[in-house]
């Protein structure tokens, strides 16, 4: 089996659930998307990896038109669902790999993705096909969950998150992804971190994570060494326990 369908088996199954779901549909990191990017009316906009669609509907009603892509059909059902619901009408909804664009050269005034680069098995192709496709001068906002910079705490985070979520492949530190933006030849312009505190159980429901893992996971995240434990933060305890994830926020321009 491959990567690609473990993706789509995993979002598939649990499309509604990031529809609905709160850490995606708000946060901070929205709203950063859009400042960061300045949208303008004539803009043609390409969300990479849309999920529950919600950066999608956040800059449709800035620019001339969204293209929302993700590689899960049923999740683009979810996502344009809620969409209509929520008045936008107008977004046009493709399945296509995030890797692989299936669009021009120099089609858009802006590309978006928003916590899903984690997910994609080569993140540098990834980028190169989003610059390709950006017009010179276009904008990316890439948005995602990052590791920690010390490498065995990023081990350890990363094993955390592929046992809830199997379709995991690994969240990169910082230095990384603008390492991967400048070798796509970006100018990188900003970056910033934004924490998150994540509700546990919420986090493993997302997932339908079965039982035993869920023990796992529990023993993870309150045995985690110290370099892993700062990074984690676990507070709280049973149905109230909490921990973070970090989000990186990166704006890059095409020269």
């Known amino acids: 089996m491959t990567h ?70 049923p999740m683009l059902q979810a996502a344009r669902a809620f969409a209509v619901a929520q008045g936008q009408a107008h977004l046009v909804w493709v399945q296509g790999d995030g890797e692989d664009l299936p669009f021009a050269d120099a089609s858009f005034d802006l590309v978006t993705c928003r916590v899903a680069l984690h997910h994609f098995p080569d993140p540098e192709k990834a980028i190169r096909s989003w610059a390709r496709t950006l017009k010179p001068g276009g904008k990316l906002v890439l948005i995602d969950n990052i590791g920690p910079e010390d490498e ?32 796509a030849n970006f100018n990188v312009s900003h970056t910033e971190v934004l924490r998150k505190s994540m509700g546990f159980e919420a986090w493993m429901d997302r997932m339908q994570v079965a039982p035993e893992a869920r023990k796992q996971l529990t023993a993870m995240l309150w045995q985690s060494p110290d370099h892993a434990r700062r990074f984690l933060n676990p507070q709280g305890s049973g149905k109230e326990t909490t921990f973070d994830l970090w989000e990186g926020v990166f704006l890059a321009v095409k020269p």
């Not at 369908?5 to 708000?26: I, K, L």
């Not at 709203?31 to 960061?36: D, F, G, I, Q, W």
């Not at 990896?49 to 800035?62: D, E, N, P, T």
Request: hydrophobic letters at 45%.
């Open 4 to 73: 690609r369908s473990d993706v789509q088996r995993q979002f598939g199954r649990n499309a509604q659930r990031y529809v609905t779901s709160h850490v995606h549909a708000s946060g901070p990191s929205l709203a950063r998307m859009v400042a960061l990017a300045a949208p303008e009316p004539h803009w043609l906009v390409l969300d990479v990896a849309c999920g529950g669609g919600h950066a999608a509907l956040a800059m449709a009603s800035y620019v001339r038109q969204v293209i929302a892509l993700d590689v899960t059909f």
């Open 152 to 183: 065995q705490a990023n081990v350890y985070v990363n094993t955390f998150e592929t046992l809830r979520d199997p379709s995991h492949v690994k969240l990169y530190p910082p230095t990384e992804l603008v390492r991967f933006l400048k070798q």
